[in-house]
C-alpha cells in the first residue's frame, strides 16, 4: 500500500495516512451501548449463524416492523465480531441512501473503501459491481447492509454471496421479508420486541440513569412501557422527551400520547406504509381501524369483497413486517395500529364525515350531524362496550354512497336507516330496530350479513339476489316471520310462516337461525342445495323434525341442534360433519347410527340432557356405542 502512496503528492499521501490510522482507531471503539438490556438473548441464533462453520460466503437477514431494534441488533453483531475477519464494513441507511443523487455509486465506493481501506473512486454503478466482484472475492469479510428495502438495492451491492471470500458474512437488515426471501437468503432471524421486563430496566436506565425510579414516577413508567410495546424507537423517542420532567408533565405528555400520536415515532412507523401499493393500504387501514383480531379467512372474505384482492394483499403486508398472524388470527402492534387511525384521522381533522373511517361513537355522530362529505365514508364499525342510547339522523346514512362495512353494536336507537349503500359488503347491526331492511337496498355485492337480536320480521320485501352472500346470522329474531325470499320461481305468502327457497344462496358457508321461532316444516326441502354451507346453527326452535336433504350438504363441518326441544328425530347427517351438538333435545328419540357420524379423528358429538334418547336407547348403550365409533375411528 505504501508504494503507492510514494507515487502521489505529498498532501495526499499525509491524507491518505491520517485517514487510515483513523479507520484503525475506530475499530477500537464501540459504537454503541456495553449496557443494552436484553441483547445477548436477541443475539443467540445470529451468533451461531456468524460462528458456523462452512467454507463459503453466507448471507444472513435480520427481517422486522421499523423501530423493533434490527440495526441495534446489527450493530452490536458487527462490533463484537468485525476484528475476526480481513475487513469489515456497515453501510447505514441504505433505503435512504441510495435514493440520492450518486447514492448507489457513493454506497459501492464506501464499501469497497472501507474493507480494502484505501481511498476508492468509482466512475459507474456497473464498473463497481465488477469492482466488488473482483477485488473482494478472496477476502474473508463482515458487511451489514443496514435498512434494505427493494431486493434490486441488493445487485449493486451484494447480490450472491459468491462475490465475497470463503468465510465471510453478509448481514442484511429489512422491514420486508420479501427483500431477503428474493436473494436466496436462507438464515433470516425475525426480530423480537422487548418484553415488559427488560423494557422496563432499559427505561429506567435512560429515564432516571439508574435502574430504580423514584416510586411516584414507577406506575406512570409501567405506563409508557405498556404503550412503547417492546418497540426499541418508542421506548428511546419518548424517555428522551420525558427525562428530568415533573410527575405532572409526564401524566400530561403520557394522556396526550393516548390522543396523538408521537410524530416521530409515527414517521418511522409509516415508511413502511408508504411504499404499499393503494390496496394493501386500503387492507391495513381496514385491519388497523376494524379488524385486528379477526381470523385470516373472514378478512380475506370480507376485503375480497371489495376487490382488495385480500389473497395476496395479507401476505403482503406480513412480509413488511405490518401484521402477523397467530393461530389463524390476524394481529398488529398497537402502535401500528394508532399509526393506521392517525393516517386515517389526518385525512380531515376537523371534519369527521370526510374522513373514509369512522370508529368512535363521538365521531360517528358528528358524521350524521354533519350535512357535508359524507361520501368519503367507506366503513363504520360501532362496538361500544355497553349499550348507549342515540338519536342519530338516519337519514345520513342514505349520503354515504361510499358505504361498504357497517358494524353497529350496542347502540340502542328507536328506527333503522332509511337507504343504505348498494356497494354494501358487511353489515353486521345488532338489535336492529325496524322491522325490516331498506326497501331499496340492493344485496347483490353482501358478503356477510348479521342481523342478531332485533325486531325484524323480515329481512327485506320483494325477492333480491344475494349471490355473494356466505353468512347469514339471524339468530334471536324472535319476530322473524319469514327469511328472505331469495328467487323468483316460489311466490310468498305474507302469512305463511315457513322459509321460501334458499337456491339463490348458493354462496353460503355460515347460516345461524338460532332462536328465530322456526316450527315444523318451516326449513325448506332444498336446504341441501347449499352446497358449500360449513356451519348450520338451529338451535332453540321448536320443529319436529328436519328435512331428509340436510344429509346432501356435501360442504357442511357444524351442525347445532342445542335446545330444539320439541326434535324427536334426527335424519342422516353427511359423514364429513366434525361437530354435531344435541345438547337440551329432550324429546330426540332417534339418531343416525352413532358410528356413521364421522369418520374425522376431531370430531365432537355432545348430547348432554337428551332424556328421551337415553331412555328409548339406554344411557349405558348410547355410552358403549360412542365408545365403539371412537375405537373404530382411531383404530
Known sequence: MFSTIICRNESESIRIIVEYILYKLSITLPTVSKNLVGIDSRLEVLNGYIGEEVGEAIIIGICGMGGIGKTTV??????????????????????????????????????????????????????????????????????????????????????????????????????????????????????????????????????????????????????????????????????????????????????????????????????????????EKKIFLDIACFLKGFKIDRITRILDGSGFHAGIGIPVLIEKSLINVSRDQVWMHNLLQIMGKEIVRCESPEETGRRSRLWTYEDVRLALMDNTGKEKIEAIFMDMPGIKEAQWNMKAFSKMSRLRLLKIDNVQLFEGPKDLSNKLRFLEWHSYPSKSLPAGLQVDELVELHMANGSLEQLWYGCKSAVNLKVINLSNSLNLSKTPDLTERIAVNPTDQRLPSLSGLFSLEVLDLCACNLKEGALPEDIGCLSLLKSLDLSRNNFVSLPMSINKLSGLETLVLEDCRMLESLPEVPSQVQTLNLSGCIRLKEIPNPIRLSSSKRSVFICIDCRELYEHKGQDSLGLTMLERYLQVFS
Open 74 to 279: 446489527a450493530r452490536v453483531l458487527y462490533d463484537r465480531f468485525r476484528l475476526q475477519f480481513e475487513g469489515s464494513c456497515f453501510l447505514a441507511n441504505v433505503r435512504e441512501v441510495f435514493v440520492e443523487k450518486d447514492g448507489q455509486r457513493r454506497l459501492q465506493e464506501q464499501l469497497l473503501s472501507e474493507i480494502l481501506m484505501e481511498r476508492v473512486t468509482i466512475c459507474d454503478s456497473s464498473r463497481g459491481i465488477e469492482m466488488i466482484k473482483r477485488r473482494l472475492q478472496r477476502k474473508n469479510i463482515l458487511v451489514v447492509l443496514d435498512d434494505v428495502d427493494d431486493h434490486k438495492r441488493l445487485e449493486s451491492l451484494a447480490e450472491e454471496s459468491k462475490w465475497f471470500g470463503p468465510g465471510s458474512r453478509i448481514i442484511i437488515t429489512s422491514r420486508d421479508k420479501q427483500v431477503l426471501t428474493r436473494n436466496g437468503v436462507a438464515r433470516i432471524y425475525e426480530a423480537e420486541k422487548l418484553n415488559d421486563d427488560d423494557a422496563l430496566v432499559l427505561f429506567r436506565q435512560k429515564a432516571f440513569k439508574n435502574d430504580q425510579p423514584v416510586e411516584d414516577f414507577l406506575d406512570l413508567s409501567k405506563q409508557v412501557v405498556g404503550y412503547a410495546n417492546g418497540l426499541l424507537l418508542a421506548l428511546e423517542v419518548i424517555v428522551s422527551f420525558l427525562h428530568g420532567r415533573s410527575i405532572l408533565e409526564w401524566e400530561s405528555a403520557i394522556n396526550r400520547l393516548n390522543d396523538i400520536p408521537d410524530r416521530e415515532i409515527i414517521d418511522v412507523l409509516r415508511i413502511s406504509f408508504d411504499g404499499l401499493h393503494e390496496l
